[in-house]
């Protein structure tokens, strides 16, 4: 029963193919206990993908912008608290000066069972609302099915100008 459940499970695979599908070029980040292990070191292992290591989450933001001027698309990959710490920016450059900054948020301490408003951890349960508050467009991506929506999300926010996250809950580990 345990491998049917497996093939609906969010895994780091699935979202690095979309990520690539999506014309993403750039991946900037600041290692994160979500998205670490499965998917950012596939990522910056992969020929493909230019990863730029920064020590802060405003720094990639500011690097995102940078990339959206010269018509490249990169994704900025954070944990929540690093987004949390990158507010200013994201409204400044993102939602003010309509620039498609990309974000891939992982939440630490999710359950991909629940959804994150739910969750009695507050760090995960204010993370959508935060968003939302800040008018970021926002997909939730807990299961395999939502990597669907990640292309797609990532052209909308280019074609309109606007900042994006892609809000990663846990992820299965990939196997061999």
Known sequence: MAAATDLHTLRGTDILAAIKQSG????????????????????????????????????????????????????????????????????????????????????????????????????????LPVLEALSVRYELLRHKSDVEKIRPAIDRAYAESRPLALVVATMLPDTP
């Open 24 to 127: 993403i070029e750039f991946v900037i980040s600041v290692p994160d206990i979500t998205t670490s292990g499965d998917l950012l070191w596939p990522l910056s292992r992969d020929p493909d993908l230019r990863h730029i290591r920064v020590c802060k989450e405003d720094e990639g933001i500011g690097i995102c912008s940078g990339l959206s001027y010269c018509g490249r698309r990169g994704l900025m990959m954070m944990q929540q608290t690093g987004m949390y710490d990158s507010v200013n920016a994201i409204r400044a450059i993102g939602v003010q000066y309509e620039l498609p900054i990309c974000m891939l948020v992982g939440l630490q301490g999710s359950d991909a069972s629940e959804h994150p408003n739910e969750s009695d951890k507050h760090i995960v349960r204010v993370a």
